[in-house]
């Protein structure tokens, strides 16, 4: 077997299944929804080349565009600049010797089980204006004039539902940094205390360097899921109420399948992709760094 | 370049496959399987079949008809948004099942007929005598001479329905004019109950209402703008957007009701927390279900110049009725045709007995209904003009921009006159 594996073509010959699913149910579909992109067409009859015509809607006559690529940004910075600090905040509490921090963390892990829509229509119900808990809660608590539309008004409809998505996965993170954290030898931080460096200090100088590799992966991923957000969006408000919480991938899906402009829809497609692998790869950039070893 | 249906599966699954695990449901896609299915059965050949109703006559209806055609049924409901969705991509991968309803209007059916999926039902229409059971008009004959769709629906049209105990707790009675309206607005607001519930998230419950405005100020205003014999910003429509305003400043619908769901709407007004419901007669059986002796309905009320028996909106048009189509892919084209047929009339049957008019002979009886649907039967029969809902005239793309027009009028994102000025330039375009 081991002389078997050491023979490159075998290897190869392993690797084909893969490598052919691989094409057929991802390189391939890319490369055909970019022709597309370059077509008018309704997804029936038959298409006709239009350039890059789509292209030049989207980026000058479309307004709504703008707004969901504004949209799918506030994503993005939420879920690194909130939801990452959060989810580290937490891993950091229950990481400590505590106790009750096993159920600490399952609590906060909990929400992540759930599926996307289940947590969305439960939110739906807790925001809802008329029967909704939150506003309920908030009359209760004196504070009734805080109360809101949440999710029918377009000031708040976007931040309502950027706290569901921070709600749910903010477990997900919490996991992968505890994970990582779990990995950090103790002695470290034993040798740091006899220095005089504890709580932030020992943080800043051990937790967050041996983490680094860590951190990369969750930022990489939160950007990754932020601009693919959909489902949260699509259930929660549909992009609504004008506009003012639409994504690009739900306006991807609204263009192609609601509207039948199937060419348009495939240009916000290949937009989308090229804005993650090009975000992507400028993180991957800015966040390496030299291994650290202590 | 590329093998059409190849494109579009492929296509589909890189647009889809980010974001539709949520919508497909549990409803699996028979359509790849249908083959070995049909190998499989010794004695009896399915038919698979799709319907967005939800009224559970519709199930009782196809299983009475599998049984008269002699096919094991496969029905599966889905839930009406995600029907098109989940139609609409079946249609452009052609994976569609093999008996599917249609939502009415052009904008769904155009694509259906352009798509070359379905099979024309002459033959079957006639080789069973069937077709002979259609009143006249009712079957839509195409430009090719083909009949490719069976009614699955009557004309159902936009009513007003209202809570008879809220009304009454109110001491005001059922509006009969827009200062009636008004009034009644003004009092369940005092009373800290919502007067109208309206599902603005899907967009369409709120388009409807303002083409039914529009009508009740001049009922020839669309057909003569959408001709081009008037325009979109004259008076009528003006007017009917100054009342959408009107009604919105005066908290006439429930707090943020620009994101609520239809159906979460719906779930207000049964449940006594509005006074009333714009909707479609459609409901009639799942409303009265649900409330009793307490659903109220009336025409929807003389808003503008024309009478309440002048006009009504309708959500079909003798063009695009509601419909069951046939998957010409089918492996059991000729059963399926048969069945879809069956079960028109079958569920006209079950018109006919709930005392609506009916799209075809019945020897069924009325049975006594509701005061409620007996007014309604008596009011539509009156009506002097049913005007087909904008949305299903015009095509997809021009019809959500419609759409999203009028939840900016909702929204009080632009005035009535702006309003207008962009729906004379979006409708232009739809001539």
Same mark, same amino acid.
């Given at each position: 077997? *081991?002389?078997?594996?050491?023979?490159?073509?075998?290897i190869?010959?392993?690797?084909?299944?893969?490598l052919?699913?691989?094409?057929v149910?991802?390189f391939?579909?890319i490369?055909?929804?970019?022709?597309?992109?370059?077509?008018?067409?309704?997804?029936?009859?038959?298409? =006709?080349?239009?350039?890059?015509?789509?292209?030049?809607?989207?980026?000058?006559?479309?307004?709504?565009? @703008?707004?969901?690529?504004?949209?799918?940004?506030?994503f993005?910075?939420v879920?690194?600049?909130?939801?990452?600090?959060?989810?580290?905040?937490? !891993?950091?509490?229950?990481?400590?010797?505590?106790?009750?921090?096993? @159920?600490?963390?399952?609590?906060?892990?909990?929400?992540?089980?759930?599926?996307?829509?289940?947590?969305?229509?439960? #939110?739906?119900?807790?925001?809802?204006?008329?029967?909704?808990?939150?506003?309920?809660?908030?009359?209760?608590?004196?504070?009734?004039?805080?109360?809101?539309? #949440?999710?029918?008004?377009?000031?708040?409809?976007?931040?309502?539902?950027?706290?569901?998505?921070?709600?749910?996965?903010v477990?997900?993170?919490?996991?992968?940094?505890?994970?990582?954290?779990?990995?950090?030898?103790?002695?470290?931080?034993?040798?740091?205390?006899?220095d005089?460096?504890?709580?932030?200090?020992?943080?800043?100088?051990?937790?967050?360097?041996?983490?680094?590799?860590?951190?990369?992966?969750?930022?990489?991923?939160?950007?990754?899921?932020a601009?693919?957000?959909?489902?949260?969006?699509?259930?929660?408000? /549909?992009?609504?109420?004008?506009?003012?919480?639409?994504?690009?991938?739900?306006?991807?899906?609204?263009?192609?399948f609601?509207?039948?402009?199937?060419g348009?829809?495939s240009?916000?497609?290949?937009?989308?992709? $090229?804005?993650?692998?090009?975000?992507?790869w400028?993180?991957n950039?800015?966040?390496?760094? *030299?291994?650290?070893?202590? | 370049?590329?093998?059409?249906?190849?494109?579009?599966?492929?296509?589909?699954?890189?647009?889809?496959?980010?974001?539709?695990?949520?919508?497909?449901?549990a409803?699996a896609?028979?359509?790849?399987?249908?083959? &070995?299915?049909?190998?499989?059965?010794?004695?009896?050949?399915?038919?698979?079949?799709?319907?967005?109703?939800?009224?559970?006559?519709?199930?009782?209806?196809?299983?009475?008809?599998?049984a008269e055609?002699?096919?094991?049924?496969?029905?599966?409901?889905?839930q009406?948004?995600?029907?098109?969705?989940?139609?609409?991509? =079946?249609?452009?991968?052609?994976e569609?099942?093999?008996?599917?309803?249609?939502?009415?209007? +052009?904008?769904?059916?155009?694509?259906?007929?352009?798509?070359?999926?379905? %099979?024309?039902?002459?033959?079957t229409?006639?080789s069973?005598g069937?077709?002979?059971?259609?009143?006249?008009?009712?079957?839509?004959?195409?430009?090719?001479?083909?009949?490719?769709?069976?009614?699955?629906?009557?004309?159902?049209t936009?009513?007003l329905?209202?809570?008879?105990?809220?009304i009454?707790?109110?001491?005001?009675? %059922?509006?009969?004019?827009?200062?009636?309206?008004?009034?009644?607005?003004?009092a369940?607001?005092?009373k800290?109950?919502?007067?109208?519930?309206?599902?603005g998230?899907?967009?369409?419950?709120?388009?409807?209402?303002?083409?039914?405005?529009?009508?009740?100020?001049?009922?020839t205003?669309?057909? +003569?703008?959408?001709?081009?014999? =008037?325009?979109?910003?004259?008076?009528?429509?003006?007017? !009917?957007?100054?009342?959408?305003?009107?009604?919105?400043?005066? /908290?006439?619908?429930?707090?943020?009701?620009?994101?609520?769901?239809?159906?979460?709407? &719906?779930?207000?007004?049964?449940n006594?927390?509005?006074?009333?419901?714009?909707?479609g007669?459609?409901?009639?059986?799942?409303?009265s279900?649900?409330?009793?002796?307490?659903?109220?309905?009336?025409?929807?009320?003389?808003?503008?110049?024309?009478d309440? $028996?002048? !006009?009504?909106?309708?959500?079909?048009n =003798?063009?695009?009725?509601?419909?069951?189509?046939?998957?010409?892919?089918s492996?059991?084209?000729?059963?399926?045709?048969?069945?879809?047929i069956?079960?028109?009339?079958?569920?006209?049957d079950?018109?006919?007995?709930?005392?609506?008019?009916g799209?075809?002979?019945? *020897?069924?009886?009325?049975?006594?209904?509701?005061?409620?649907?007996?007014?309604?039967?008596?009011?539509?029969?009156?009506t002097?003009?049913t005007?087909?809902m904008?949305?299903?005239l015009?095509?997809?793309?021009?019809?959500?921009?419609?759409?999203?027009?009028?939840?900016?009028?909702?929204?009080? &994102?632009?005035t009535?006159?702006?309003?207008t000025a962009?729906?004379?330039?979006?409708?232009?375009?739809?001539?």
């Amino acid at each position: 077997m *081991e002389k078997a594996l050491s023979n490159k073509k075998i290897i190869a010959l392993f690797l084909l299944p893969g490598l052919i699913v691989f094409l057929v149910f991802y390189f391939v579909p890319i490369v055909m929804t970019a022709y597309y992109s370059l077509q008018d067409w309704d997804g029936i009859n038959p298409m =006709a080349f239009i350039g890059l015509d789509n292209y030049t809607k989207m980026f000058t006559a479309d307004k709504s565009f @703008w707004q969901a690529v504004w949209n799918s940004l506030a994503f993005l910075l939420v879920g690194v600049l909130i939801q990452l600090p959060v989810s580290f905040g937490l !891993a950091l509490l229950v990481s400590r010797r505590m106790k009750g921090r096993k @159920w600490f963390r399952n609590i906060y892990f909990f929400p992540v089980v759930m599926s996307t829509t289940m947590v969305s229509l439960l #939110w739906v119900k807790i925001y809802d204006p008329n029967i909704g808990m939150l506003n309920t809660l908030m009359e209760t608590l004196g504070l009734g004039a805080w109360t809101g539309a #949440w999710l029918g008004d377009t000031k708040t409809a976007l931040l309502s539902v950027l706290i569901v998505t921070t709600w749910h996965y903010v477990g997900y993170n919490m996991l992968i940094l505890f994970a990582g954290m779990q990995g950090i030898p103790e002695q470290y931080y034993e040798a740091a205390k006899l220095d005089g460096a504890t709580g932030w200090k020992a943080v800043r100088h051990i937790t967050f360097p041996l983490l680094s590799d860590v951190l990369r992966i969750c930022i990489v991923l939160n950007v990754i899921y932020a601009l693919k957000t959909f489902e949260s969006v699509y259930v929660m408000t /549909n992009g609504g109420p004008l506009n003012s919480t639409t994504v690009i991938a739900l306006k991807m899906f609204q263009e192609a399948f609601l509207k039948q402009n199937f060419g348009y829809g495939s240009a916000l497609a290949v937009f989308m992709v $090229l804005e993650c692998l090009v975000i992507s790869w400028v993180l991957n950039k800015v966040l390496t760094q *030299e291994k650290i070893e202590y | 370049m590329f093998g059409k249906k190849f494109g579009v599966v492929a296509a589909s699954a890189a647009l889809v496959s980010v974001m539709l695990t949520s919508c497909g449901g549990a409803e699996a896609n028979n359509g790849g399987t249908q083959g &070995q299915e049909a190998a499989a059965a010794d004695s009896k050949k399915s038919v698979t079949l799709w319907i967005f109703d939800a009224d559970p006559m519709y199930q009782s209806a196809a299983e009475a008809a599998a049984a008269e055609t002699g096919v094991e049924l496969k029905y599966e409901y889905i839930q009406d948004e995600t029907y098109k969705t989940k139609l609409s991509v =079946a249609l452009a991968a052609n994976e569609l099942p093999d008996v599917f309803q249609q939502h009415a209007g +052009k904008s769904f059916r155009t694509p259906v007929l352009q798509s070359k999926t379905v %099979a024309p039902l002459n033959d079957t229409l006639d080789s069973t005598g069937l077709g002979a059971q259609f009143l006249d008009n009712q079957l839509v004959t195409e430009e090719d001479g083909n009949i490719y769709s069976v009614p699955s629906n009557i004309s159902t049209t936009l009513v007003l329905y209202y809570n008879k105990k809220l009304i009454s707790e109110l001491g005001a009675a %059922a509006p009969a004019t827009w200062e009636d309206l008004q009034s009644l607005v003004k009092a369940a607001n005092d009373k800290g109950v919502i007067p109208i519930a309206l599902g603005g998230k899907e967009r369409w419950q709120a388009d409807l209402l303002y083409d039914m405005l529009v009508a009740r100020e001049d009922v020839t205003a669309f057909d +003569k703008a959408i001709k081009g014999e =008037a325009k979109f910003t004259d008076a009528p429509f003006v007017e !009917a957007a100054n009342k959408v305003t009107t009604l919105v400043e005066s /908290n006439a619908f429930q707090k943020g009701f620009l994101g609520s769901a239809y159906l979460d709407a &719906q779930e207000l007004f049964k449940n006594d927390k509005a006074v009333m419901w714009v909707d479609g007669s459609f409901n009639f059986s799942s409303l009265s279900a649900a409330m009793g002796d307490n659903l109220g309905y009336i025409a929807f009320p003389k808003t503008g110049a024309e009478d309440a $028996l002048s !006009a009504t909106i309708g959500f079909q048009n =003798a063009e695009a009725p509601y419909s069951l189509f046939v998957n010409n892919s089918s492996a059991n084209v000729a059963e399926a045709k048969e069945f879809a047929i069956r079960l028109s009339l079958k569920l006209n049957d079950e018109f006919v007995r709930k005392g609506l008019p009916g799209y075809a002979k019945s *020897e069924v009886k009325s049975e006594s209904q509701n005061a409620e649907l007996s007014a309604y039967a008596a009011d539509i029969s009156q009506t002097v003009k049913t005007q087909a809902m904008w949305f299903g005239l015009l095509s997809a793309d021009v019809g959500q921009e419609y759409r999203d027009l009028t939840q900016a009028l909702y929204g009080g &994102q632009l005035t009535a006159e702006e309003f207008t000025a962009q729906l004379e330039t979006l409708l232009r375009t739809a001539e």
